[in-house]
Nanobody, 122 residues
């Protein structure tokens, strides 16, 4: 699976942005979004199963971010609302080719996009 993340940019606090992750290869992968801020480890943000019917969120983004996918377009999205300065990071999309529930285990995702930068200014 090859992944291409896009949609990052600079926004003011309180604003919204939608990230996209276009993928070639299996449409049956569990997929997820991760982020990495400077000097910090990569952290799980949200995950979604291959049907799009089951999602998982980090506590820090629940109610703020929404993950979704369009299987026909092989594209995953992350709608981010009410953005805060602490959301600033490089956002990565990832795929786990095994069928299953979404999960936050970074080591179990076997395909990664190149990352897209989000900068939120306060």
């Amino acid at each position: 699976v090859q992944l291409q993340a896009s949609g990052g940019g600079s926004v003011q606090a309180g604003g919204s942005l939608r990230l996209s992750c276009a993928g070639s290869g299996s449409a049956f992968s569990t997929m997820g979004w991760f982020r990495q801020a400077p000097g910090k480890e990569r952290e799980f943000v949200a995950g979604i199963d291959w049907t799009g019917g089951t999602t998982l969120y980090a506590d820090s983004v629940k109610g703020q971010f929404t993950i979704s996918r369009d299987r026909a377009k092989k594209t995953m999205y992350l709608q981010m609302n009410s953005l805060k300065a602490e959301d600033t990071a490089v956002y990565y999309c990832a795929a786990d080719r095994r069928l299953g529930y979404p999960h936050s285990s970074v080591d179990e995702y076997d395909s990664w996009g190149q990352g897209t930068q989000l900068t939120v200014s306060s």
